[in-house]
């Protein structure tokens, strides 16, 4: 189970006293099951009161309804059926482009990077178990970036398919990539066969829906009811691109449903979504710390911050509250930003997010006879070593000017872990939501400028 360790930095001058934290165990305890209640009354289809409109609580048991289906009805199982579709176009195909914005493609893009091999798409093909090579677009209107994925796709004769992800299909930057990119895969393997290469995540009905039927799609999976975009990881949405990628996807929802279980009955002392609210909560109002920055250390967990950032910023930012969300990189943002949060202004509060065990051997230093560098006499030092130091170096700077952070700790970067990790940023998030008195659903702020584009495009 992840760790979240508050003791040393955040608590402590310039951070937290634990009875800041304990004041907040009444009322986080009650949203708690507010919160387990609302899961409920969606799963049951009840009636929805007019303040809780809109609720997409349907995220929250959805990994232990797609793994009961899974034990109850085996190959009919929307989860076996996502398994044996990615199974299917990866045999077919040796590049996928996953077409998507926002939600439907920044939680697939954080499984690639957090749980395949960093350089996937580079590597050999049984580097990545003969998995196809996987390609994000849709999620801007980038003219250059568009012909340079045309560019690559064209520049052998392998062949590619198309994940397109949109529940209506009506969002302007994936339904123009769609038709450009089926364009092209039209002239590669013609009108006849196009439904054979292309698979869309969509809703049962509306553009994309259409769209799929007319081409001919012998497969289609749902954007589930109930599940904003932003929350939707563990549907289709994300589980067919992370199967595609050959990932354990049964064991994703594993461990999002034990954080499932951990929210339900752990106490509020040993709760690690309650405790991370609370903490975040507390440093707000008693600090001004509303710039909450994640300092994810290694490259591989950027896309899980920068679905984070979303998740966070989409969800509480309404009616002037919510804080700043910000995702860096460490030790190389140490460079850049790190200036900033040491001596800059005093309105961040920091969560380290720490990988404790790697995936592979770790690689020493080493002696050389060109010690120009002086680095001999760390010749037995291994990398994981050296960012072991630099974290608890920054977190002694930090500390030492009363600036405070705490460690979200993984115990190991998998899918297990990650599953556990994404559903408890997003009940965190709902937890939140209910404790500001701002609901985490919906986002009407997003609606404006696609309401605007689209009047000025068809002036």
Excluded at 276 to 304: C, N, Q
Aim: proline share 4%; charged share 25%; net charge negative.
């Amino acid at each position: 189970m992840l760790q979240y360790n508050l003791d040393g930095t955040l608590i402590g001058p310039g951070g937290l006293e634990a009875a800041d934290l304990e004041k907040l165990a009444s009322p986080l305890t009650s949203i708690r099951e507010e919160v387990l209640a609302e899961a409920d009354l969606w799963a049951s289809g009840g009636n929805v009161p007019d303040a809780k409109q809109p609720l997409d609580a349907g995220f929250h048991l959805l990994p232990n309804r797609l793994l009961d289906e899974l034990a109850a009805e085996g190959d009919d199982s929307e989860l076996a059926r996502i398994q044996a579709s990615a199974d299917r176009l990866s045999e077919l195909v040796d590049r996928v482009v996953v077409l998507g914005i926002g939600g439907s493609y920044m939680g697939a893009r954080a499984l690639l990077e957090a749980c395949c091999h960093p350089y996937y798409n580079q590597v050999a093909p049984t580097l990545r178990h003969g998995r196809p090579e996987i390609y994000f677009e849709g999620n801007n209107v980038d003219n250059d970036a568009v012909h340079g994925l045309l560019d690559l796709l064209a520049g052998d004769s392998r062949d590619w398919g198309i994940v397109c992800i949109s529940k209506s299909g009506g969002t302007l930057e994936t339904a123009a990539a769609f038709r450009i990119f089926l364009r092209e895969l039209a002239e590669s393997v013609g009108d006849e066969q196009l439904g054979k290469y292309v698979v869309p995540v969509t809703g049962d009905s509306g553009k994309l829906f259409d769209l799929a039927t007319a081409i001919g799609c012998s497969e289609r999976f749902p954007v589930p009811d109930g599940v904003g975009g932003r929350f939707s990881v563990l549907s289709a949405v994300g589980l067919l691109p992370a199967a595609i990628m050959g990932l354990d996807i049964e064991a994703l929802l594993a461990g999002a449903a034990e954080m499932n279980e951990h929210f339900a009955t752990a106490s509020f002392e040993k709760n690690i979504v309650l405790q991370y609210v609370a903490a975040g909560h507390a440093m707000e109002k008693k600090h001004g710390a509303d710039i909450r920055i994640l300092s994810t250390w290694g490259k591989r967990l950027e896309a899980v911050g920068l679905w984070y950032d979303q998740l966070l910023a989409e969800s509480l930012g309404k009616h002037e509250k919510g804080a700043m969300p910000l995702t860096i990189v460490n030790t190389r943002d140490l460079h850049s930003r790190g200036q900033q949060h040491q001596e800059g202004k005093r309105d961040k509060y920091i969560t380290n997010l720490i990988v404790a065990e790697g995936t592979r051997e770790p690689i020493a230093i080493g002696e050389s006879d060109n010690n120009q560098d002086g680095l001999n006499e760390l010749a037995k030092k291994t990398l994981p070593e050296v960012l072991s130091a630099a974290i608890a170096g920054t977190n002694q700077a930090y500390r030492e000017d009363n600036r405070p952070t705490a460690d979200l700790v993984i115990p190991e970067l998998d899918e297990l872990h990650l599953g556990q990790l994404l559903q408890m940023l997003m009940l965190a998030t709902v937890v939140e939501g209910r404790l500001i008195s701002v609901n985490p659903y919906g986002q009407p702020g997003v609606e404006a400028y696609k309401k605007n584009m689209n009047a000025i495009l068809r002036k």
